[in-house]
């Protein structure tokens, strides 16, 4: 696309002025050679060159032809011919060319704004804009190098398919978006691949352009931060700050979604409660530093116990959920007592020196029973289990 207010804003102002002159010069020739002096239309060849002068050079070049033209078409072809009328009639011809002079001259002004605001929005370094034909680049702005690493001259009459990370995304939005239909524009989130191989996320929205339907315009913006950040705020949400294991609410929401594939199934489905012992007296003869170790400690041994389809979440404090997905209470009994043996041979050493940190957990275990079941159900069942291990004396598995 060109930038047409370059054409005169890059030049200095005696050259803009001068050019103008110029051109009012070829138009008096073109009227003198070409028509004669009384044949009228005094000012017919001057208008290309008002004209051009107001939209190359700016306002003011453009005002000083036309004042110029006017002048002489008043002076060598308005009769009396070769002076200026002392008569206050002015001749229909001159008004006539006052009026269309100002009005090119106020249409040219308000087309320069109106492509310089155009200019602005498109031709910026932060949204990428393109025109395709075809899927084909036919024009593109500095932000989409800025974006994509590439130049304009490796984006322009290539295929767009290039800057999708994968050809399934591709084939995606070509049955999504086109054809594309007027007032109608595509919208959607996907990867991009930059010149140097890495991927990107891109907002894009593309229209009809509405004097060729076979053109369309396409504004890409790079979200990849913000992308992170959501990521960044999700893994929050979803993973426990101090153990890396799932939150109460990711657990919760993943251990409905195994459990009705256990019903639909009809496969075997277990859940363990398990709390660390004494952990309030741990606080209170170590301090919290050493409490946080045990929780730690707890989840680094239950990853190397569990299965990596097993699922472990931290529901608060000292207290964890285990869903063992395809597992009877047998099995599951199996696995509580490999993770409990395992906490109790454990050494977890503290940061102030001295004797390591031993620890014990009460487990409590469940088993899916009726497909009327849901997980509040096995927890509750399981949480029953945990406090008899407790009551008979902790460092204990029970079952319900």
């Not at 009809?266 to 952990?279: K, T």
């Amino acid at each position: 696309m060109v930038n047409f207010n370059d054409s005169y804003k890059d030049l200095k102002p005696g050259y803009r002025f001068a050019l103008a002159l110029t051109l009012f010069t070829i138009a008096l020739f073109f009227r003198f050679t070409f028509l004669p002096v009384a044949s009228g239309g005094p000012f017919v060849t001057f208008y290309p060159a008002i004209i051009l002068s107001f939209y190359f050079f700016g306002l003011l070049p453009g005002l000083l032809v036309a004042v110029l033209s006017g002048l002489a078409g008043a002076y060598y072809f308005i009769p009396p011919y070769n002076q200026l009328s002392t008569n206050f009639q002015i001749p229909s011809s001159i008004v006539f060319f006052s009026i269309t002079a100002s009005l090119i001259g106020i249409f040219i002004a308000s087309l320069h704004r109106h492509i310089e605001q155009l200019n602005v929005i498109l031709d910026n370094e932060m949204v990428g804009s393109m025109m395709l034909r075809n899927r084909q680049i036919v024009w593109c702005n500095k932000a989409m190098s800025t974006i994509l690493g590439y130049t304009r001259s490796q984006l322009i009459g290539h295929s767009t398919k290039r800057l999708f990370a994968n050809e399934s995304t591709f084939q995606d939005v070509g049955r999504e978006a086109y054809p594309l239909k007027k007032d109608k524009p595509y919208r959607k989130q996907f990867e991009m691949r930059k010149a140097d191989g890495s991927t990107i996320w891109v907002d894009v929205s593309g229209g009809l352009v509405s004097y060729n339907a076979s053109l369309s315009l396409w504004l890409v913006n790079d979200i990849s931060k913000l992308k992170n950040l959501e990521k960044e705020l999700q893994n929050q949400v979803n993973y426990d700050f101090l153990t890396g294991l799932q939150t109460r609410v990711w657990f919760m929401n993943q251990s409905e979604i195994e459990l009705k594939r256990a019903v639909r199934y009809n496969s075997p489905l277990s859940l363990l409660m398990v709390d660390i012992d004494f952990f309030k007296r741990i606080n209170d003869t170590y301090g919290h530093q050493a409490g946080d170790l045990a929780i730690k400690g707890f989840a680094d041994l239950s990853r190397l116990a569990l299965r990596e389809s097993d699922l472990c979440g931290r529901l608060g404090g000292e207290e964890f959920a285990i869903l063992l997905p395809q597992t009877t209470i047998g099995k599951a009994l199996e696995v509580a007592e490999r993770l409990r043996s395992a906490i109790e041979n454990a050494e977890i050493p503290l940061p102030s020196g001295g004797p390591a940190l031993k620890l014990t957990v009460s487990i409590g275990a469940s088993t899916l029973l009726s497909k009327n079941d849901n997980i509040d159900v096995l927890i509750s069942k399981a949480d029953k289990a945990l406090y008899e291990a407790k009551n008979a004396g902790r460092n204990q598995i029970c079952s319900i």
